[in-house]
């Protein structure tokens, strides 16, 4: 199981990010996946997770409306959208996932066993 985050970098506040997750290993036609962040001096939190057999989605209710995670079957590949951008998203956001678990609700409340490396968000002016 192999997970490539990439799509981070310095943004100003009101901008918009998508971070993309390659997956490599495994098909993304099963396990729930998803994005969590860690900001500095804080601990790590779900963004988003996608349950990969039915697209179903789960936000947390302090982050729905500003976050889409989606998926491109073709290119195993998921995204995050991210809109209106603050500064306190800045964060290192990786990409989870557990071949074991297909609940995207489940996902997100749990730690998941296989991680991408991360990338970086800074919102700053």
């Known amino acids: 199981v192999q997970l490539q985050a990439s799509g981070g970098g310095l943004v100003q506040p009101g901008g918009s990010l998508r971070l993309s997750c390659a997956a490599s290993?495994?098909?993304?036609?099963?396990?729930?996946i998803g994005w969590f962040r860690q900001a500095p001096g804080k601990e790590r939190e779900a963004v988003s997770c996608?349950?990969?057999?039915?697209?179903?989605?789960y936000y947390p209710d302090l982050l729905k409306g500003r976050f889409t995670i989606s998926r491109d079957k073709t290119k195993n590949t998921v995204y995050l959208q991210i809109d209106n951008l603050r500064p306190e998203d800045t964060a290192v956001y990786y990409c989870?996932?557990?071949?074991?678990?297909?609940?995207?609700?489940?996902?997100?409340?749990?730690?998941?066993?296989?991680w991408g490396q991360g990338t970086l968000v800074t919102v700053s002016s």
């Open positions: 290993g495994f098909s993304l036609n099963r396990p729930a």
């Open positions: 989870a996932t557990d071949l074991g678990q297909s609940s995207s609700y489940a996902l997100c409340h749990s730690s998941p066993p296989d």
């Open positions: 996608l349950s990969t057999n039915n697209d179903i989605t």
